[in-house]
Nanobody, 127 residues
Framework: QVQLVESGGGLVQPGGSLRVSCVASGGTFSSFAMGWFRQAPGKEREFLATISSFSSTNYADSVKGRFTISRDNAKNTIYLRMNSLKPEDTAVYYC?????????????????????WGQGTQVTVSS
């Protein structure tokens, strides 16, 4: 069983930066594709970024150029570095892992591709 634990959320001012982390336990982390999603109150869960086991990345248009996903296989950890934060970035941020392989990498932008989820960490962007 894979467990994911996010950390690093908090309150940040508009224009600021924050890095959230997700530590995985169980399974073979280096073989997982990983993703970051977020959910704001009253909204659907939204894809943000994904990173493959080979560290290839894909981003939602809404965060491309501002957010960076990375992984450290030695620490079983992925990160999401967020710059130029806006109030509309306020949400609960979730990491996800999948042991499934999809030939079309676009599948990893959908929540249904992932079979393990963390509990989320709150990010609030406000002055």
């Amino acid at each position: 069983q894979v467990q994911l634990v996010e950390s690093g959320g908090g309150l940040v001012q508009p224009g600021g930066s924050l890095r959230v982390s997700c530590v995985a336990s169980g399974g073979t982390f280096s073989s997982f594709a990983m993703g970051w999603f977020r959910q704001a109150p009253g909204k659907e869960r939204e894809f943000l970024a994904t990173i493959s086991s080979f560290s290839s990345t894909n981003y939602a248009d809404s965060v491309k150029g501002r957010f960076t996903i990375s992984r450290d296989n030695a620490k079983n950890t992925i990160y999401l570095r967020m710059n130029s934060l806006k109030p509309e970035d306020t949400a609960v941020y979730y990491c996800a892992a999948t042991t499934r392989y999809y030939p079309n990498s676009l599948h990893y932008t959908g929540a249904s591709a992932y079979n393990y989820w963390g509990q989320g960490t709150q990010v609030t962007v406000s002055s």
